[in-house]
C-alpha cells in the first residue's frame, strides 16, 4: 500500500490536472457545506459568487507564480538526492520517517513564513491583503498577493533543503495543506467540541477564524497551516468565542475596497496609514 502511496505522489507535480481536480474537489465540497451548516450569515458587497470572483484572481495569479517555483522545488529535492543532502539523508531513515519528516518541516515553514509576514513591517504590506476579507469563506484562503506567495515560497525551499524532503513528501504535504486551508477558511459550523478536539492536533475551522478576527492581539495568533503543533509549543495559541469574531482589519485598509482587485494589488506599494480605522 505504501509503495503505491508513494508512487502516485513521487511525480503528482507533473499532473496538473490532477493536483487541479484536488484543488477544485475541495473548494467545492466545502462551498456546499458551507450552505447546509454556516458558521455566521456573511454580508458580501454584491453576492457570494463576486466575492469569490475577487479571490479566485489571485488564485490564478498565485498558479503562475508556482508553476515557476515548482521547477526550482523539483530541482532542489532532486538536489538534495543526488547529494544526500537534508536530515532524512543525514539520518538514514526509512519511507514513513522520511514522510514524517518532510511533512513537518514543510508545515513549519507555513507557521514560519506566516510569523514573519506578521511581525516585518514590509511583508505585512503583502499578507494583509488575506486579512482585509471582511468574509471569511471557503475562497479566502486563496486571497493572496503575489508578494506574499512568493515569500512562502522561498521558506518552502528552505525547508526543503533542511529536510531534504524527497518529491513524494513535497507532494503528500502541498496536497494536506490545499485541503486544510479550504477546511480551516470554510464557513462551516462544527460541533464545538469536535472543533476543540481537532484543534489539539490540526488547525480547525474555529482556531484559525480567530487568526483573522480583526483586531490585535488574535490577529497574531494561530499562524498554522495543518497541524497545531507549532501554535501550542511556540506559545501563539489562542482561543475566542465565535460569537466575538469579527473579520477584517481595524487600520491599514478600508473595508468598502476588500473586493477592489486594483486597490488589492497596489496597496503594498503605497505608504501605509497605520490609524485605526473608523468601526
Given at each position: 500500500?505504501?509503495?503505491?502511496?508513494?508512487?502516485?505522489?513521487?511525480?503528482?507535480?507533473?499532473?496538473?490536472?490532477?493536483?487541479?481536480?484536488?484543488?477544485?474537489?475541495?473548494?467545492?465540497?466545502?462551498?456546499?457545506?458551507?450552505?447546509?451548516?454556516?458558521?455566521?450569515?456573511?454580508?458580501?458587497?454584491?453576492?457570494?459568487?463576486?466575492?469569490?470572483?475577487?479571490?479566485?484572481?489571485?488564485?490564478?495569479?498565485?498558479?503562475?507564480?508556482?508553476?515557476?517555483?515548482?521547477?526550482?522545488?523539483?530541482?532542489?529535492?532532486?538536489?538534495?538526492?543526488?547529494?544526500?543532502?537534508?536530515?532524512?539523508?543525514?539520518?538514514?531513515?526509512?519511507?514513513?520517517?522520511?514522510?514524517?519528516?518532510?511533512?513537518?518541516?514543510?508545515?513549519?515553514?507555513?507557521?514560519?513564513?506566516?510569523?514573519?509576514?506578521?511581525?516585518?513591517?514590509?511583508?505585512?504590506?503583502?499578507?494583509?491583503?488575506?486579512?482585509?476579507?471582511?468574509?471569511?469563506?471557503?475562497?479566502?484562503?486563496?486571497?493572496?498577493?503575489?508578494?506574499?506567495?512568493?515569500?512562502?515560497?522561498?521558506?518552502?525551499?528552505?525547508?526543503?533543503?533542511?529536510?531534504?524532503?524527497?518529491?513524494?513528501?513535497?507532494?503528500?504535504?502541498?496536497?494536506?495543506?490545499?485541503?486544510?486551508?479550504?477546511?480551516?477558511?470554510?464557513n462551516i459550523r462544527l460541533p464545538v467540541k469536535l472543533?476543540?478536539?481537532?484543534?489539539?492536533?490540526?488547525?480547525?475551522?474555529?482556531?484559525?477564524?480567530?487568526?483573522?478576527?480583526?483586531?490585535?492581539?488574535?490577529?497574531?495568533?494561530?499562524?498554522?497551516?495543518?497541524?497545531?503543533?507549532?501554535?501550542?509549543?511556540?506559545?501563539?495559541?489562542?482561543?475566542?468565542?465565535?460569537?466575538?469574531?469579527?473579520?477584517?482589519?481595524?487600520?491599514?485598509?478600508?473595508?468598502?475596497?476588500?473586493?477592489?482587485?486594483?486597490?488589492?494589488?497596489?496597496?503594498?506599494?503605497?505608504?501605509?496609514?497605520?490609524?485605526?480605522?473608523?468601526?
Open positions: 500500500m505504501w509503495t503505491d502511496i508513494i508512487s502516485y505522489f513521487q511525480d503528482l507535480e507533473q499532473r496538473p490536472l490532477e493536483r487541479l481536480a484536488i484543488l477544485v474537489g475541495g473548494l467545492l465540497f466545502f462551498w456546499i457545506l458551507e450552505g447546509a451548516i454556516p458558521l455566521r450569515a456573511l454580508h458580501y458587497k454584491k453576492n457570494k459568487i463576486r466575492h469569490a470572483g475577487v479571490n479566485f484572481f489571485f488564485t490564478v495569479l498565485h498558479l503562475i507564480l508556482h508553476t515557476g517555483l515548482a521547477l526550482l522545488i523539483i530541482r532542489l529535492s532532486d538536489w538534495c538526492r543526488d547529494q544526500q543532502f537534508g536530515l532524512v539523508y543525514w539520518f538514514g531513515t526509512g519511507v514513513l520517517v522520511t514522510v514524517l519528516i518532510g511533512v513537518l518541516a514543510l508545515d513549519f515553514s507555513s507557521w514560519l513564513v506566516h510569523l514573519v509576514m506578521h511581525k516585518n513591517k514590509f511583508l505585512w504590506r503583502f499578507h494583509l491583503i488575506h486579512h482585509s476579507d471582511t468574509n471569511v469563506d471557503v475562497t479566502t484562503g486563496l486571497r493572496h498577493h503575489p508578494g506574499d506567495s512568493l515569500l512562502r515560497g522561498i521558506f518552502f525551499m528552505l525547508l526543503i533543503l533542511v529536510s531534504g524532503a524527497p518529491m513524494y513528501a513535497v507532494m503528500i504535504y502541498q496536497t494536506l495543506v490545499v485541503l486544510a486551508t479550504a477546511f480551516t477558511h470554510a472543533d476543540r478536539f481537532l484543534s489539539y492536533f490540526l488547525i480547525s475551522p474555529n482556531m484559525h477564524k480567530v487568526h483573522h478576527h480583526w483586531k490585535q492581539p488574535y490577529t497574531d495568533t494561530n499562524y498554522g497551516a495543518v497541524f497545531s503543533i507549532w501554535d501550542r509549543l511556540l506559545g501563539t495559541y489562542s482561543h475566542l468565542d465565535v460569537k466575538e469574531l469579527r473579520y477584517g482589519l481595524d487600520r491599514y485598509y478600508p473595508e468598502e475596497k476588500d473586493e477592489d482587485i486594483m486597490t488589492l494589488l497596489t496597496k503594498p506599494f503605497k505608504k501605509q496609514d497605520d490609524s485605526p480605522l473608523n468601526s
